[in-house]
């Protein structure tokens, strides 16, 4: 009887033991929390939206991406903007102008497929 509650002693101050140690073996990492997350109001709108006007803005988040390369407009700046046939499209950068004047009926073909 007076070994068996020895050992359930020992055992007890054992476990105390590992979680001090537990406890004192991580106490420096408190810093490792989770990285905050993006300020951004809008977390699927690309930051390069911001810095046009509130109307460019509406069509841009209308025509989604760039008829030429397709990229997401405004995930590389404030996406341009060409005047095609009278028609305002939007590219996600300027080398994408030249190419959509060579054939402005094909890619915008991509974004109505879209
Ligand atoms: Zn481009």
């Not at 020895?6 to 004192?24: D, E, K, P, Q, T």
């Not at 991580?26 to 997350?37: F, L, M, Y």
């Not at 951004?40 to 991406?65: K, R, T, V």
Request: proline share 8%.
């Amino acid at each position: 009887m007076k070994t068996f509650q020895l050992m359930s002693w020992v055992s007890r101050a054992f476990c105390v033991g590992v979680l001090l140690a537990g406890i004192s073996g991580c106490g420096g990492g408190s810093e490792t929390a989770t990285p905050p997350a993006s300020s951004s109001a809008n977390p699927d709108e690309p930051p390069g939206l911001a810095e046009l006007s509130a109307e460019d803005h509406q069509l841009a988040l209308a025509q989604a991406i760039c008829p030429v390369s397709k990229a997401k407009l405004g995930s590389m700046g404030a996406p341009p903007k060409v005047d095609v046939d009278g028609r305002e499209v939007f590219i996600c950068c300027e080398g994408c102008r030249e190419e959509l004047l060579k054939d402005p009926a094909g890619y915008l073909a991509n974004l109505q497929a879209e």
